[in-house]
């Protein structure tokens, strides 16, 4: 049931006049604690019989004061009044853009908020300006997010920007981590873990199916190790099992879960799949991560593991290394990192697009992928 402000403040007098809550919370069907809440938000902030207002409305008075000071000092930054032309209006709030927030800026010199981001997205095309300002600020962003352990949100990074002589919305701090991906930690952290860690995700979809009907419906990933003198570099791939083509790979000093992330990243930004994505593995720690399990979770993919133990379950990715060395790591003198990860792109490059696949007809994966792209014009 919904109370108007009217009806929860004459049951707070009621209450604090003495009357039992019990006999309130079966009058007005309320329960005690929402009794108790009220209290604290409705009660009369100033003791003053002529002037008397509610917790709710004094802190209402605090956010009106202080967009009433933005609004002065965009006033005194500005180079125009508020009687100016519209023209030369857009061009001085331009000059604020990003440092205070569109509402703010629009009130003060009395411009529609639909003209003005109108005037900013016509302008944005092509302005190097802006461009630089938003790599710069991409670059602040993330130095304050890893260097407070990855856990500050939009607003908290906007307040040590400022503190740093960085003058900076809100608004613009969430909009750029939204695109980059920076997420801070939420309420709902452990309530994820457990569902992305609950024993029936982990599940074998594939069964051995190694079909696909189209690019981008299933992937599978695995990682092999190579020694290279006295070291060992891991390489991961990821592979398209429709046109069996490596969408993207990556080599590491170690076989840890950021060569994973980072692997899957250059994917995802390269083929851009829609929704819907199978992503298949076996179940090493790395992919098993809850960090990588989140990263899956938030682009809704669906994750696939082999059973334990079951090798031929992510045969597809098998094959491919076992290729790989036979034909390249087995038969080459590689003499430093550089040398093999130059080595590798180029049979990665002569896999994809020359080599031809006794599964694929004798065609490459480019060949097959570019067939079915102009099959479906």
Not at 153 to 173: D, H, M, N, P, W
Not at 236 to 241: E, G, R
């Amino acid at each position: 049931m919904t109370y108007t402000d009217q009806e929860k403040t004459t049951i707070i007098t009621e209450y604090k006049k003495g009357k039992p809550i019990q006999e309130l919370c079966a009058e007005y069907r309320v329960c005690r604690r929402t009794i108790y809440r009220w209290a604290k938000i409705y009660c009369s902030a100033v003791p003053d019989v002529k002037c008397t207002f509610t917790m709710k409305e004094y802190y209402a008075l605090l956010r009106r004061v202080a967009k009433l000071e933005n609004m002065v000092a965009v006033l005194q930054t500005v180079n125009c009044t508020v009687h100016a032309s519209l023209k030369e209006k857009l061009h001085e709030l331009e000059l604020l853009y990003d440092q205070y927030d569109v509402h703010t800026l629009c009130e003060a010199l009395d411009v529609s908020r639909g003209t003005f981001y109108n005037h900013i997205l016509r302008n944005k095309r092509g302005n190097a300006w802006f461009e630089k300002r938003r790599e710069e600020y991409r670059v602040l962003i993330r130095e304050v997010f890893d260097e407070y352990q990855q856990v500050l949100g939009a607003e908290k990074i906007r307040t040590i920007l400022v503190q740093r002589g960085y003058q900076v919305s809100t608004e613009y701090v969430a909009r750029l981590m939204k695109e980059m991906g920076l997420a801070s930690i939420r309420s709902t952290a452990k309530q994820d873990y457990i569902k992305l860690n609950a024993p029936e995700k982990k599940r074998n979809i594939l069964r051995q199916q190694f079909q696909a009907d189209r690019p981008n419906q299933i992937w599978v990933s695995d990682v092999t190790c190579f020694k290279l003198g006295e070291r060992y570099l891991y390489t991961c791939v990821i592979l398209d099992l429709f046109s069996r083509k490596i969408v993207a790979y990556n080599v590491s000093k170690k076989n840890s879960t950021q060569l994973i992330t980072s692997t899957f990243k250059i994917a995802w930004e390269q083929r851009s799949p829609n929704a819907g994505l199978i992503f298949h593995s076996d179940r090493g720690a790395q992919y098993t991560s809850h960090r990588f399990r989140q990263l899956l979770h938030e682009r809704s993919v669906e994750q696939s593991f082999s059973n334990s133990g079951k090798p031929h379950d992510n045969a597809v990715a098998e094959s491919f290394f076992a290729t790989l060395k036979k034909e390249d790591l087995y038969r080459k003198d590689y003499t430093s990192e550089a040398a093999f990860k130059r080595g590798l792109a180029s049979y990665i490059e002569f896999y994809n697009t020359q080599r031809p696949h006794r599964t694929l007809k004798n065609q490459t994966p480019c060949q097959v992928e570019e067939l079915f792209m102009s099959g479906n014009q």
